[in-house]
């Protein structure tokens, strides 16, 4: 990879942390238009953005940084007030600072007209208060570095009694070579008195940023004295003047509604540990690796060696690829927060444009999830929130005729319960109205009268999945667009998940996602089929047990057994499998082991030649070639080498 | 120009090589290009709810592959399928990026042809699909059957099988 | 209160070498070893075990900066000022990161270099 490449590459990323972060803060200041901390990290950001424009050459990016730049200075020192044409203006701004890294990662140049937005900002920059033009000397009152609520947080948890919170201003004289290399042995003799929360420039950054007017700033949470803090920094060659003030951290406030539920992982907390970032790639590559070691591992196991020196060498190697297993796995893991945080922008807009009001509540965006699903994930999401916007939320006239709040809520929420983590989009509104999903579905074909009478009202929701079924009549420009709820369904069981829905007429809907917690590697039981060996994920399994023959009994003529007062239809895995076989052979057995899965949302039993042993199974997919072939869902190689296929109970009711 | 007699051939190019095995007696060929390796098979894992002419899958270094029985592919006489035990070997091709193994009776030998040694058929004995063969090669000792992968893999699949 | 100390010198040009050597001279340091690249600097550390290190960055067979890294390893507490040429802050902000102490930049300017090595070595 070429070095321009890198940079490319890193500029994207940042590109792409800036713009969430204005986005949410913009966000917050439409709230609090006042609120300083918010308008100082608007300000930074649209700074930092400008800088990396300008390294990187782009033009345009760096003229429509520079000038919201501009603007977020001017609101700061109040010769612009902040309405709702400003808070529209910026969040234009953060549209086109979008279009254009998409136009430059896309194309590789920045062919977007925005002459006409940025004579809109520039009117909006000097339109406002002429002030007197402050002298653009150093003042010792000039902005230290702010704090925000999560590093003030960060600060409360990891320093210890005596330790005191420095702001320190160091100005290196004007004739000093290699002012970064200063500025580094500034980092350096800081970090050896405290640690540095904070820094302008950051520690990172120091060789690719230019320092701004000599000046570095630090906060640093040291047990010395301001005393022995100045005298060391003096004494660095070609410092001009060091300002250090003790910083008292505010009381501790109760985090307003919007806090709640934000996590520590928030994409624009600095955070004190470091961090690195890895290509995605790379993890893969580490993924099979690892599965590679394990499937070797099961089999060097399956060896059974008559050796003690093996038989203690096996538990350690056990030991350490479960352990490597469950760190890469933690690496590949990422906070649902990263993609939740786009739409809380994307709901006000929405809301905005067909006039409801919608307060949205997301919960649980510290919930890690394996980052291909995340990917994944998104489209899905965007679409069952934006139905919820378009179809569930109903005008807040209509609403109050209803005696509901006029502004209606819309709850995101994500948590792990065992080895699933559940994702719900529940909204206040009007609900589904499942006599139009039915009758939609019979006008379409996509069941009979006789199947309708069968169904439950739990089946008939789930209709709505079946591709066609609309309930909307005009497909708007909102949510239509080809991206129905049966590709939702469809992406979540290619991740292995299942979504349900429950619904209630004008009381609102909840849709719940359930993913399991990994893909590639999962806990899962053996059995013997036949004289084959198939495997069988645990989380599909609700429990095993042997039965005699005479506790099968008859419902409809089907097979079925009475367990803790529920009755369990039986099948057997011959007749799913369509093994050229007499079924039913069973019955001749004494014991006939079963196995007790989850199918949708019923529970079979499926009885088994044998039941085997418990083990770790590594996810290999079947070939390309053989396409979905019916209740096998992939392979696994198992202690001999041999492959063993894993079944797919969902649909095998 | 070949001559039947003399081993040398003068070197052409549209020369191709070609990997030659017996399946139910006869000598088929695919172009070398598309056969990665060669090896004993090893136990087969049933695939069920899939075609008649697939065996199952194997492991092939970690990954799993699907095999292919020839003889039922080709649709072959059932009985040839007897003999060769020790000699039965997967060719594993590559093909549109996919790793298919080709169970056959026994793997012989590579043999350069060049285009003008392979007439076209217009019928074949025991009636294999034309589509599946590119053409017959009557030079070298006996009759080779260049085989059409494309065709034979690619082409409508047939009904599906239990285990 | 002066220390007069014991320094090594390391730059592949002799001439450096001797200019340096020179001006240390003048202010009472004794310098008792020269190197031409990073490997032997590290032996001659090893050997001399002197008081301080001035490094040249662009060495054959080994730079300044894996220099630097090799020696902290050997001594935690060495104390190292990088010799710099105009352009290469760069390498000094790597250099300084592995555990250099200060950095002059060349032409050297007599007090400038009297200034460094007096507050490393204090």
């Known amino acids: 990879m070429s070095d321009n490449d890198q940079y490319l590459d890193m500029f994207f990323a940042e590109a792409r942390d800036y713009i969430q972060m204005l986005n949410d803060n913009i966000l917050q200041l439409e709230e609090n238009p006042e609120n300083k901390e918010v308008i100082n990290s608007l300000f930074r950001a649209a700074h930092s953005l400008k800088g990396m424009s300008a390294t990187m050459g782009f033009n345009t990016l760096t003229e429509l940084t520079h000038k919201l730049e501009n603007m977020m200075d001017k609101i700061r020192n109040g010769e612009i007030v902040v309405d709702t044409e400003i808070i529209d203006l910026l969040f234009a701004g953060i549209d086109h600072i979008e279009n254009i890294v998409a136009q430059i990662k896309e194309n590789g140049n920045e062919d977007i007209d925005i002459d006409g937005f940025l004579k809109q900002l520039e009117k909006q920059i000097s339109v406002a208060k002429n002030r007197k033009p402050e002298e653009k000397e150093e003042k010792p009152a000039e902005l230290g570095l702010e704090l925000s609520s999560e590093e003030i947080e960060n600060i409360r948890e990891n320093k210890k009694e005596l330790d005191t919170v420095y702001q320190i201003k160091v100005l290196l004289a004007d004739e000093t070579e290699f002012k970064q290399a200063r500025a580094s042995m500034i980092f350096k003799s800081a970090s050896e008195l405290g640690y540095i929360v904070k820094s302008e420039p950051k520690k990172e950054e120091i060789a690719e940023v230019e320092l701004e007017n000599n000046k570095i700033k630090i906060i640093l949470v040291s047990s010395q004295t301001e005393e022995d803090i100045q005298a060391e920094i003096m004494n660095i060659t070609d410092i001009k003047e060091v300002k250090i003030e003790e910083i008292k951290l505010p009381e501790k406030e109760e985090g307003d509604k919007k806090d709640s539920g934000e996590s520590k992982n928030m994409t624009n907390s600095f955070e004190v540990s470091s961090t690195v970032r890895v290509d995605i790639n790379k993890l893969d590559k580490l993924m099979n690796m690892i599965g590679e070691l394990l499937i070797n591992k099961t089999r060097l196991q399956a060896l059974n060696i008559k050796s003690d020196g093996f038989k203690e060498v096996l538990p350690q190697l056990d030991r350490v690829t479960m352990d490597l297993h469950h760190t890469v796995m933690q690496i590949r893991m990422e906070p649902v927060g990263v993609m939740f945080n786009r739409f809380p922008r994307m709901i006000r807009d929405l809301a905005k444009e067909e006039g409801k009001e919608i307060d949205f509540i997301m919960k649980g965006k510290e919930t890690e999830l394996d980052r291909s699903i995340i990917d994944e994930l998104g489209d899905p999401m965007t679409h069952l929130l934006r139905n919820a916007v378009d179809h569930g939320i109903e005008k807040p006239a209509e609403r109050e005729e209803k005696g509901k709040d006029s502004e209606g809520t819309i709850n995101l929420s994500a948590y792990q319960k065992g080895s699933e983590i559940i994702i719900e989009v529940k909204d206040d509104g009007s609900g589904i109205n499942i006599d139009k999903v039915v009758q939609k579905a019979l006008t379409k074909e996509v069941v009979s009268k006789n199947e309708i009478e069968e169904m439950d009202r739990h089946e008939k929701l789930q209709l709505l999945f079946e591709p066609g079924i609309s309930t909307k009549e005009e497909v708007s420009d909102v949510s239509g667009r080809g991206v129905g709820m049966d590709v939702v369904k469809r992406t979540i069981a290619s991740l292995d998940g299942e979504i349900f829905i429950e619904s209630k007429a004008d009381k609102g809907t909840k849709f719940r996602i359930s993913l399991p917690l990994t893909l590639a590697i999962q806990e899962a039981l053996m059995v013997k089929i036949n004289d084959e060996i198939f495997a069988i994920p645990l989380n599909a399994i609700s429990e095993t047990l042997k039965i005699k023959t005479e506790e099968i009994k008859q419902v409809k003529g089907s097979d079925v057994i009475v367990l803790r007062e529920k009755t369990i239809p039986l099948i057997d895995s011959r007749e799913s499998l369509n093994l050229d076989i007499d079924y039913g052979q069973y019955k001749d057995k004494k014991e006939i082991p079963i196995v007790i899965v989850k199918s949708g949302a019923k529970e079979i039993g499926l009885i088994v030649d044998e039941l085997l042993y418990q083990q770790e199974i590594v996810i290999k997919s079947l070939s390309n070639y053989l396409n979905n072939v019916p209740n096998i869902s992939g392979a696994t190689i198992i202690g001999d080498g041999e492959v063993a296929l894993i079944l797919d109970v969902r649909d095998i009711a | 120009m070949y001559n039947k007699d003399k081993k040398e051939k003068i070197n052409n190019v549209n020369d191709k090589q070609y990997l030659t095995f017996k399946i139910a007696n006869e000598n088929y060929g695919l172009e070398l290009t598309q056969a990665k390796e060669i090896i004993k098979p090893p136990k087969v894992t049933n695939v069920p709810n899939t075609e008649e002419s697939i065996q199952g899958v194997i492991n092939l270094r970690g990954q799993v592959i699907p095999v292919i029985d020839m003889i039922t592919k080709l649709g072959l006489n059932e009985k040839e399928k007897e003999g060769y035990k020790n000699e039965k070997r997967i060719v594993v091709i590559n093909i549109k990026e996919i790793l298919i193994g080709l169970y056959v009776d026994n793997v012989k030998e590579v043999v350069k042809l060049s285009d003008n040694e392979i007439e076209d058929v217009q019928e074949t004995k025991k009636g294999i699909r034309q589509e599946y063969i590119k053409g017959v090669s009557t030079t070298s000792d006996s009759l080779i059957i260049i085989i059409d992968l494309d065709n034979l893999l690619f082409s409508n699949k047939q009904k599906k099988k239990g285990a | ?122």
């Open chain 3, 1 to 122: 209160m002066i220390n007069l100390s014991n320094i090594l010198v390391v730059d592949d040009a002799a001439f450096m070498r001797l200019n340096l050597k020179n001006i240390l001279g003048e202010f009472g340091h004794e310098v008792v070893g020269e190197a031409e690249n990073g490997k032997q600097a590290v032996e001659k550390y090893r050997d001399l075990e002197p008081d301080l290190v001035t490094l040249d960055i662009t060495m054959p067979e080994m730079d300044g900066i894996e220099a630097a890294a090799k020696l902290k390893e050997i001594d935690k507490d060495v104390k190292m000022i990088m010799c710099s040429a105009m352009g290469q802050q760069a390498m000094v902000i790597k250099a300084i990161e592995a555990g250099a102490k200060d950095f002059i930049v060349k032409p050297f300017n007599k007090d400038r270099i009297k200034e460094a090595i007096e507050k490393a070595l204090a």
